[in-house]
């Protein structure tokens, strides 16, 4: 079964510092892996997919097989990037995005 | 951007009562989306619709709940008969397909059955 595994319900950090967020899924064929952000008072929006290998507000995310992971990173956190973020798996084109459990984000100043 | 748009952004109604809840998606999109979230849980798939049928559905997604496209440009889920464990923000979605294709998500009803 497909599964996605965010093993951190919540992480502070200070403004400044790295920040990375966990992400492990299970599935056995080639899956498509998405970040989502919702910030305060705000709908669920995309905020990266790994097949575009872009870098949106300073985060980056790296699919890696072989670890089945897709933790995203970000090298300077900022305040206003205080949210939940959901780690995301989709198996083909149309496809449930199947979530993790989320993780909150809370960056101090 | 264009938006999803979602009625009412709050619904309030009794246990054994019908719901219907209602979502406009962007226009140009082929694929319909309903999640739910229940307080403190997880972002939980319900169903997908595309093509005038459903593609796929959850084990929650039960002979309770329904969905439909009627004119063309609403997309509905419709809860008949209401229990307390239906007590949840509903999201609907709806994106262009493609690889890698982003999902655009309505704001939300929440949904509290007393």
């Known amino acids: 079964a497909q599964r996605v595994t965010q093993p951190e319900k919540l992480l502070s950090v200070f403004k400044g510092a790295p920040v990375e967020l966990k992400c492990n899924y299970s599935?056995?064929?080639?899956?498509?892996l998405f970040w989502y952000v919702q910030y305060s008072r705000q709908r669920l929006q995309l905020l990266l997919r790994?097949?575009s290998r872009e870098s949106i507000k300073g985060f980056t995310a790296d699919l890696n097989k072989g670890e089945t992971s897709f933790h995203l990173k970000k090298p300077f956190a900022q305040e206003e990037d205080s949210a939940m973020y959901y780690c995301?798996?989709?198996?083909?084109?149309?496809?449930?995005?199947?979530f993790g459990q989320g993780t909150e984000l809370s960056v101090k100043p | 951007e264009p938006e999803v748009t979602q009625t009412p952004s709050h619904q309030v109604t009794q246990m054994g009562q019908e719901v219907i809840l209602r979502c406009v998606p962007i226009?140009?999109?082929?694929?319909f989306y309903w999640y739910r979230q229940i307080l403190g849980q997880k972002v939980e798939f319900l169903v997908s619709?595309?093509?005038?049928?459903?593609?796929?559905k959850s084990e929650i997604f039960d002979d309770q709940f329904s969905v439909e496209r009627p004119d063309g440009s609403n997309f509905t889920l419709k809860i008949r008969s209401t229990k307390l464990e239906d007590s949840a923000m509903y999201f609907c979605?709806?994106?262009?397909?493609?690889?890698?294709?982003?999902?655009?998500f309505g704001s939300g009803t929440q949904l509290s059955v007393l």
């Open positions: 979605a709806s994106s262009d397909g493609g690889l890698g294709e982003k999902l655009f």
């Open positions: 995301a798996l989709k198996r083909n084109q149309g496809g449930k995005l199947i």
């Open positions: 619709f595309y093509n005038n049928e459903i593609s796929e």
């Open positions: 226009s140009n999109h082929l694929y």
């Open positions: 599935y056995s064929g080639s899956p498509e």
């Open positions: 790994h097949i």
